[in-house]
């Protein structure tokens, strides 16, 4: 089984800046993709940014040139550092993690942290 604990959520006014880790933990494998989802009140979870093992990125359109997602593979870590965030940015954070293990894929999620940005 593998944990994910996120922390770094919080609340922010237009324009700031917030930056959240997840680490996973327990009897990890091997950790491929990572990603931060979002959902927002009322609306379905979608991807903000996602992360291979190998570094490469991809960034919903509505996050690209603000957000930016990073990991540390030695550490089991995902960081996503959010610039220049916007009301629309608001909903919970969940952190996912692809589990790679004898060719079977596991999916993780952890437990969601909150993000609010209001003025």
């Known amino acids: 089984q593998v944990q994910l604990v996120e922390s770094g959520g919080g609340s922010v006014q237009p324009g700031g800046s917030l930056r959240l880790s997840c680490a996973a933990s327990g009897s990890i494998f091997s950790i491929g993709a990572m990603g931060w989802y979002r959902q927002a009140p009322g609306k379905q979870r979608e991807l903000a940014a996602a992360?291979?093992?190998?570094?490469?990125?991809n960034y919903a359109t509505s996050v690209k040139g603000r957000f930016s997602i990073s990991r540390d593979n030695a550490k089991n870590t995902v960081y996503l550092q959010m610039n220049s965030l916007k009301p629309e940015d608001t909903a919970v954070y969940y952190c996912?993690?692809?589990?790679?293990?004898?060719?079977?894929?596991?999916?993780?999620w952890g437990q969601g942290t909150q993000v609010t940005v209001s003025s």
């Open positions: 996912n993690a692809a589990e790679l293990r004898w060719g079977v894929v596991t999916t993780y």
């Open positions: 992360i291979t093992s190998g570094g490469s990125t």
